[in-house]
């Protein structure tokens, strides 16, 4: 039997670390429209100004609800929870109907609940809250923000009235990479 020198085994090691290493780095640079919608979601929270009156206090945290059944709020909790933005704790929840999301900052609403949109924009369209989905035409319709797929990538629509009707204010910088809807 004819044996490798420790060089070559030791070769051998190095290459398949290596290999197996690219392999898993890819699969987590690898991120699901999901992962980039809750990412978008905690940015939003970064750039958009909410009046006083949304919160108890000052420190109050910013609340993040998902209206839904897909199993978004795992990955918005895996990804936003627990951060901060300022002097304000990012708390991300689940929410079983639109009457229990009273008190949230942004409400996201799952397309798994496409039949509940008429009524969060009755509900929230003149209060303080962000609006967003990834339904069709979400902000056309009056909510605030809208995720949209462009070229296989997750990109978003900002209703301006929406917005201004809500008393949020948007982030130029925000604006720059959304498409507008005035």
């Known amino acids: 039997m004819r044996q490798f020198p420790i060089r070559n085994a030791l070769l051998a090691v190095v290459v398949a670390f290596v290999s197996m290493t690219a392999v898993w780095s890819l699969q987590a640079f690898a991120a699901t429209a999901s992962d980039v919608q809750a990412a978008y979601l905690f940015n939003f929270v970064r750039f958009v100004e909410w009046p006083d009156s949304a919160f108890a206090n000052p420190t109050a945290p910013v609340r993040i609800c998902v209206l839904g059944d897909s199993g978004f709020i795992d990955i918005a909790n ?24 009273r008190g949230c900052h942004i409400l996201y609403v799952d397309s798994s609940r496409r039949g509940d949109e008429s009524e ?17 035409d979400f902000a056309k319709r009056g909510g605030v923000a809208n995720f949209i797929t462009v070229d296989d990538k997750v990109r978003f629509v900002i209703n301006i009235k929406a917005a201004d009707a809500a008393g949020l204010k948007i982030s130029s910088r925000l604006l720059r990479i959304a498409q507008v809807v005035e």
């Not at 704790?89 to 229990?100: I, K, N, P, R």
């Open 78 to 101: 895996a990804s936003i929870d627990g951060k901060s933005v300022g002097d304000r704790q990012v708390v991300v929840e689940g929410t079983s109907d639109v009457l229990s999301s």
């Open 120 to 136: 969060v924009l009755a509900t929230f369209g003149r209060k303080s809250v962000l609006t967003v989905s990834d339904t069709e």
